[in-house]
């Protein structure tokens, strides 16, 4: 069996990917034999969804507090109106507290220093003792200042909805109502700020890069936190956004809640702005929910709304963001069922007797009452990159048994001596400490380019490309990796299955995306016999660099969302944006801990140029 497995490992392993690929198209089917996808239910039966009288009838305060907030708004309009906004907060009778933060920006010079301002409000639990909390949470976007829509209506619910809660007695958590400045830099620093702690990656415990503050009161340990963008003062569905920082996923009892609370109102929830289809079968709709959750979950690690930085500590946390679709006989809902809807959310939410622990944390959503739990998933990505364990266990044997034999032999004789890794130790040492050293490289090459004024991210482009050209000719150049490229080759398939499993676990959709393009490669390259086999791999091995790889992404993102741009505008902008790109994931990494950065240069870089010597190894 063994000779076998090692005669047609090549076709195994080709034939273990081709149904990795396949098994992903499965996964949205909800419906017949081949039933994946399964109905969403409540595993923490203390919510109690919907069990209770909604009594919320404040839509004229709502209406009132907006059209006052806009008023207020145009006379400060590139600063929040907090002044005004802790006004109303205080004439509830809470206790209103402003946060101050500091940004010192990592890249460039040491004086670019931001600074913000949070204003958060808590309403006591009368029938507990400050021992758990949740968090009613916006941002507040200036509307001559940010490109997002304005979330003044988000701001008016929440006004909205503290004072209707202030007036109710059964409370048994503290509720905080927070508004936040900067987006999720806010956000950030009032939870860094909470826990006392610093989350950046490279300055752990330090503030030398966000400098959180401090806060002058707290609420018990926080359970759930529900974030507002809601731009509609007329809405004809909600969207519930659930994606996290570096991956991570809210329980799914808590998305449960929110759109079964929707539903309950006639309001429709959406999940990745894709509306459920009335057929059940609809598998195309079911297929495009998926497969944009899993992009977005996979897109460099970033939330997709302020909630996303609740996760790491434990707080689950969703975003809820209004959506107005302009079609005939589209039912038009207003801020009454926001507040009913946001009732019922807190009501629930008060009911836990302990935190979120049932259910899925790791979980794909086809649609918003279907899931794809991770015992589903799991599989097919386990068939992709086996696919590289195959062709590792085919080559590792092909090591100590008859290298002359034709991979048709029945049967080969075994060599008395086993592979030596130590013939390949210090050149894979190598590869990983370039990898690693590149850490360090954004900030040195930034001190740089102001030296001599040049723009911080040109400056830090230049330096990675640059770096990235001479780290390949060093690796191609060193006389450290022996001369058995099969060994070479075991030990990075190996290394790329193992990092990709272990990304699995926390970020599916990250790890599998890596793997669908890796893997083919590294399974491919090995020394060229001919000239157009070598051309043929170096154009593989250019094609799929961690910065290729970039540039082809926002190449295909740019491309799907301005269709009608000329190819000239569409490589100007997908240059743009993948420098972006670099750098975001630079600088969040420095702010908030998105690993993006560190795995792309600690594990795909080292793969890749351990691909690269194998691609340019003399054949023997």
């Known amino acids: 069996m063994m000779d076998k497995l090692v005669a047609y490992a090549h076709w195994w392993s080709w034939i273990s990917y081709a149904f990795g ?9 909800g419906y017949g034999v081949l039933e994946y996808s399964h109905k969403t239910y409540f595993s923490e039966n203390a919510l109690l969804p919907g069990l209770v009288k909604v009594e919320f009838n404040m839509e004229h305060v709502a209406r009132q507090y907006l059209e006052d907030l806009r008023e207020e708004a145009q006379k400060t309009p590139y600063a929040p109106p907090f002044p005004w906004i802790e006004a109303r907060l205080k004439q509830l009778g809470l206790e209103v507290y402003r946060h101050n933060f500091t940004l010192n920006y990592p890249l460039g010079k040491k004086n670019q220093v931001y600074k913000g301002d949070n204003i958060y409000a808590v309403l006591r639990a009368p ?59 806010g956000m950030q620093a009032w939870l860094e700020a ?83 289809s009335s057929h059940p079968g609809n598998y195309l709709k079911s297929l495009k929910a998926f497969v944009s959750m899993a992009v977005k979950q996979a897109a460099g690690g970033v939330p997709s709304g302020n909630h996303g930085l609740f996760h790491r500590f434990g707080i689950e946390a969703l975003t809820i963001e209004s959506v ?43 649609s918003t009452s279907r899931y794809v739990s991770i015992g589903m998933y799991m599989p097919g990505f386990g068939l992709l990159a086996g696919s590289m364990l195959i062709r590792a266990i085919g080559l590792w044997y092909k090591c100590i048994l008859n290298a002359n034999a034709s991979p048709d032999t029945d049967k080969i004789k075994p060599l008395s001596q086993s592979p030596q890794i130590s ?27 102001t030296r001599i004024d040049l723009p911080t991210d040109y400056s830090v482009l230049i330096a990675i490309l640059a770096y990235c050209i001479v780290g390949s000719y060093q690796i191609l150049k060193s006389p450290h990796f022996g001369q058995n490229w099969r060994l070479l080759k075991c030990i990075t398939l ?42 043929f791999s170096l154009i593989l091995m250019v094609l799929t660099h961690p910065l290729s790889l970039i540039f082809g992404f926002c190449a295909f993102d740019t491309a799907w969302n301005f269709p009608d741009k000329s190819i000239l505008d569409l490589l100007s902008s997908s240059i743009d944006a993948s420098i972006k790109a670099v750098m975001f994931s630079i600088t969040d990494g420095y702010i908030y801990g998105n690993y993006a950065f560190v795995v792309g240069t600690v594990c795909l870089l080292p793969c890749w140029l351990l691909n690269w010597r194998i691609a340019n190894e003399k054949c023997e």
């Open 21 to 29: 690929v396949a098994f992903i198209f499965l996964m949205p089917i």
């Open 127 to 185: 029938r507990a003792s400050s021992t758990e909390g949740l968090v009613l949470s916006t941002p507040y976007r200036p509307p001559d200042l940010s490109f997002e829509p304005s979330t003044d209506v988000s701001v008016a619910l929440l006004l909205t909805m503290a004072k209707f809660f202030r007036h109710q007695k059964y409370w048994a958590k503290d509720i905080i109502f927070l508004i936040t400045q900067h987006e999720q830099l």
């Open 194 to 276: 909470y826990h006392r702690t610093s989350c950046g990656y490279v300055n752990y415990g330090s503030p030398e890069v966000l400098d959180h503050g401090d806060l002058e009161a707290r609420a018990g340990s926080l359970q759930a936190a529900i974030n507002l963008d809601m731009s509609h003062e007329k809405f004809t569905h909600l969207n519930v956004k659930v994606e996290g920082l570096n991956g991570q996923l809210p329980n799914l009892d808590l998305f449960n809640l929110v759109t079964r609370l929707s539903t309950k109102e006639g309001l429709r929830p959406m999940v990745q702005g894709i509306e459920d």
């Open 324 to 366: 107005h679709i302009s079609k005939p006989r589209k039912r038009e809902f207003n801020l009454y069922t926001a507040g009913r809807i946001m009732e019922g959310i807190f009501r629930s939410l008060n009911n836990l007797l302990e935190r979120f622990h049932q259910s899925f944390f790791f979980y794909l959503l086809p």
């Open 423 to 449: 013939e390949i130790f210090q050149g894979w040492i190598l590869c990983h400490l370039w990898g690693i050293m590149m850490l360090l490289l954004p900030r040195a090459s930034a001190n740089i380019g």
């Open 494 to 535: 190996l290394e790329i299955s193992i990092l990709s499993s272990a990304m699995a676990l926390s970020n599916f959709s990250l790890a599998y995306i890596v793997t669908l393009f890796m893997a083919p490669v590294s399974m491919l390259i090995k020394p060229s016999k001919t000239k157009k086999a070598y051309v």
